[in-house]
């Protein structure tokens, strides 16, 4: 069965998932865009360089991954998906994501690990229900204050980036669990990772910090601080090293 049966089944079907990862697709047929019925669609490990804009008419979507491909843009489109809870784009070559994804207000996984992307639209604010963001193995200099806001976040992985600071805004993310921001550049810690609250591990291994603020220490249920392989001067605040069942790692 060729891809175009395929999709001709799915459709007579009305089938709510297609998999059409290791295809070898290069282009995306447009009858793939009939399927208003889908719900999940998987094109992982592709030959996918672009989408077109008719993915927005996907209206029903609810999980979107074309991970492994050679996607180098989104399309504005993208962000009329607006049901859309998980969205995985790793291993990729994208270098932004547009602004219309801060449409995407239902999203609750985000994977666009080991892209090249540069930088992060404030619109990643909007995503309030997210609980996993994946932006390990890119080049973002900057996060954005916004992802304060990302109040139900528990998982976020910003490992070998070329992050200098973390935003002071950090403190916000009342339900991270676990910050991973190992290989980076960080040379400090804003003070307001103290306000975090249900922190379980903070890993900053491979990074530039010399000091660690005393605050980490309020982190009430920390079990893990690795700070492997940093020019740390000196001890550790007492507060820290001290803590009862917490776990460091130098």
């Known amino acids: ?8 089944k799915a459709k007579a079907d009305k089938v709510r998932t ?10 995306l047929p447009p009858q793939l865009f009939e399927l208003d019925t889908l719900e999940d669609l998987k094109l992982d ?39 859309l809870e998980n969205l995985y784009l790793g291993y990729n070559s994208l270098s932004e994501i547009p602004e219309t994804m801060g449409k995407l207000t239902h999203l609750q996984k985000v994977n ?9 639209p404030d619109c990643i604010g ?9 932006l390990h193995d890119n080049m973002l200099s900057m996060i954005p204050k916004t992802v304060g806001k990302l109040k139900k976040l528990t998982k976020l992985y910003l490992d070998n980036n070329d992050l200098e600071s973390l935003p002071d805004t950090i403190g916000g993310m009342d339900s991270l669990e676990y910050l991973m921001v190992s290989g980076n550049k960080l040379m400090y810690l804003p003070d307001s990772i103290g306000d975090l609250q249900k922190l379980r591990e903070l890993v900053l291994d491979e990074n530039s910090i010399e000091s660690v603020p ?18 740390l001067s ?17």
């Open 214 to 231: 005393e605050s980490i220490a309020d982190c009430p249920v920390l079990a893990l601080l690795s700070l492997a392989q940093n020019p």
């Open 112 to 120: 666009i690990a080991e892209n090249q992307l540069l930088d992060l």
């Open 234 to 250: 000196g001890e550790l605040p007492k507060a820290i090293s001290g803590k009862a069942g917490l776990r460091i790692e130098v």
């Open 1 to 8: 069965m060729n891809l175009l049966e395929h999709i001709a």
């Open 45 to 83: 490990g592709n030959k996918l360089v672009e989408l077109p804009d008719e993915i927005g008419n996907l209206q029903n979507l609810k999980s979107l991954s074309v991970s492994e491909n050679d996607l180098m843009l989104l399309p504005e489109a993208i962000g009329k998906l607006s049901k």
């Open 126 to 134: 909007n995503w309030k229900e997210l609980s996993k963001l994946s």
């Open 18 to 27: 297609l998999d059409l990862s290791k295809q070898g697709i290069r282009l």
